[in-house]
């Protein structure tokens, strides 16, 4: 939004599956969706990034290591960003800031 990072998250699901619900829910079964889909009225870039053969635990890590970098770097949250999942599981730090990079300069 604006050249602002505002939500990171990551998914099992297809995108567009993902993307649709986040989108749509409405509270049924207790799940609003995305924070940002109320202040979205304009086209927003999403960057999107696959990994393979990867454990779940590697990817929260670098979810979280990302939102941290943003934070360390801007000196705040993404601004809906609603949660995050720390572990101690030993990521790529390379991948992390090639990842944080494309974001940031986009």
Partial sequence: DNKEIIYVGITKI?????????????G???YHGYKFKSIINHAFNLFVFSF???????IESI??????????????????????????????HKIIGEIYEKIKNS
Wanted: proline letters at 4%.
């Fill in 14 to 26: 297809p995108m567009a599956s993902r993307l649709s619900y986040g989108l749509s829910a409405k």
């Fill in 28 to 30: 049924e079964h207790g």
């Fill in 52 to 58: 393979d053969k990867i454990s779940r635990e590697a």
């Fill in 63 to 92: 979810e979280s290591e990302i939102v941290y970098l943003f934070r360390k770097t801007k000196g705040y949250w993404p601004r809906l960003q609603t949660e995050i999942h720390f572990n101690n599981k030993m990521c790529n």
